[in-house]
């Protein structure tokens, strides 16, 4: 059983479309040119036997693209619904993370470093929103990087997480970086 489907596996990802194309030009060519390749026998006396081929293959290949375009579609939806996701976590952000979404998004800096008990850190990786990458790092200086999807979305959007009027906000910007200077504070 087990050598039957990888038969048929090979069949469907290798030999299904030349055979389908071949023989769809068999069955639709032109006696003329069937006549100067000499095959025009050969198709008049097999042809049952290339129908049969065409629809087998022809059923082969459409099968394996279809379930090849279901597995995207199924993944896209996927994307979507974790996308979704991170798009209601970023509508309900706390003012510390607020604070640390805009001075990400004010420098143009996609990573930041801060404590790995950070608590706000701790609550945007929570959120899909921060990563932390694998190694081994000192615990006060850790790298949490803004996954690169939710990155796309924030700069595309940069005027809701970065309005204009904070820019000019001196007073703001002063606490948005006393924040950022705290990350890096020794846990208390």
Known sequence: MEILS????ILKTKIALPVFLLTLFLLV???????EMNLLHFVADN?????????FSGFLYIH??????????????????????IIRSL?????????????CLRENKQTVIAQIGNSTVISLEAKYILRRPSGNYDILE?????VDR???????????????????DESYNKDVKSFIND????LR
């Open 91 to 103: 509508n309900s952000l706390s003012a510390k993370e607020e604070a640390l979404i805009y001075y």
């Open 29 to 35: 060519a032109p006696n003329n040119l069937l006549v």
């Open 6 to 9: 990888k038969i048929i596996e």
């Open 47 to 55: 042809k049952t036997v290339l129908w049969l081929f065409f629809l």
């Open 183 to 186: 990350l890096r504070n020794v």
């Open 142 to 146: 850790v790298p949490f990087t803004i």
């Open 64 to 85: 394996e693209k279809g379930i090849n375009l279901a597995k995207y579609i199924k993944q896209k939806l996927q994307n979507r619904q974790v996308m979704n996701s």
């Open 150 to 168: 939710v990155w796309r979305y924030l700069i595309k959007n940069k005027n809701i997480f970065c309005p204009e009027e904070k820019l000019g």
